[in-house]
């Protein structure tokens, strides 16, 4: 079954980084795109970006160009996201999510599986 | 990007009556290549991650009771829960794949009345 399991909580200073692992299995890693979307306290979902694991391509959201790198390792089929110069709006649970599309062409589809979320607080 | 705007922002709903939330886009979801609807539609629950619902734009996920049900095309699509049951209580998120660029709705909460 497909299964995606993400690193523990993070607490971090204001203006440092945070790197978030998703480990995948289940499935063929280098098939599917994998998602970032995050989540403030009480607030809504915001998707952060989208990276192909066959190629390492990435996609982000302009409100975090410049902040976002996500990549892959492919002997471990995990994804990662790191984000930096962080600040307390950056304190959020974030998740990734497997898109549904089997065939590495951008759009891609829906989101299927998510994994548990990843709760990082940024304070000083 | 493409805005996608839900209504209401949250709803109050009686046992075993029906709830419709709105989900607009700002532009077409439709793509004419394969006449489908990138929309899909996502519960959450307090303290879980997100769960496919519906995709393109009225496709259940297996597993997911037939009283869940979407509808619309273009810009303009609904979900409806038939018959509200005590752990349909959640919020709920529209989200468009029509733009590699996703989105999501501000998300309603839905409520037992």
């Known amino acids: 079954q497909v299964q995606l399991v993400q690193s523990g909580a993070e607490v971090k200073k204001p203006g440092a980084s945070v790197k978030v692992s998703c480990k995948a299995s289940g499935y063929t890693f280098t098939s599917y795109y994998m998602h970032w979307v995050r989540q403030a306290p009480g607030q809504g979902l915001e998707w952060m970006g989208i990276i192909n694991p066959s190629g390492g391509s990435t996609t982000y959201a302009q409100k975090f160009q410049g902040r976002v790198t996500m990549t892959r390792d492919t002997s471990t089929s995990t994804v990662y996201m790191e984000l930096s110069s962080l600040r307390s709006e950056d304190t959020a649970v974030y998740y990734c999510?497997?898109?549904?599309?089997?065939?590495?062409?951008?759009?891609?589809?829906?989101?299927?599986?998510w994994g548990q979320g990843t709760l990082v607080t940024a304070s000083s | 990007d493409i805005v996608m705007t839900q209504s209401p922002d949250s709803l109050a709903v009686s046992l075993g009556e029906r709830a419709t939330i709105n989900c607009k886009s700002s532009q077409n979801v439709l793509y004419t290549s394969d006449n489908k609807n990138y929309l899909a539609w996502y519960q959450q629950k307090p303290g879980q991650p997100p769960k496919l619902l519906l995709y393109?734009?009225?496709t259940r996920e297996p597993g997911v009771p037939d009283r869940f049900s979407g509808s619309g095309s273009g810009t303009d699509f609904t979900l409806t829960i038939s018959s509200l049951q005590a752990e349909d209580v959640a919020v709920y998120y529209c989200?468009?794949?029509?733009?590699?660029?996703?989105?999501f709705g501000q998300g309603t909460k839905l409520e037992i009345k």
């Open positions: 393109w734009a009225s």
């Open positions: 999510a497997r898109d549904s599309s089997p065939w590495l062409q951008l759009p891609g589809y829906y989101l299927d599986y």
């Open positions: 989200q468009q794949y029509y733009s590699t660029l996703r989105t």
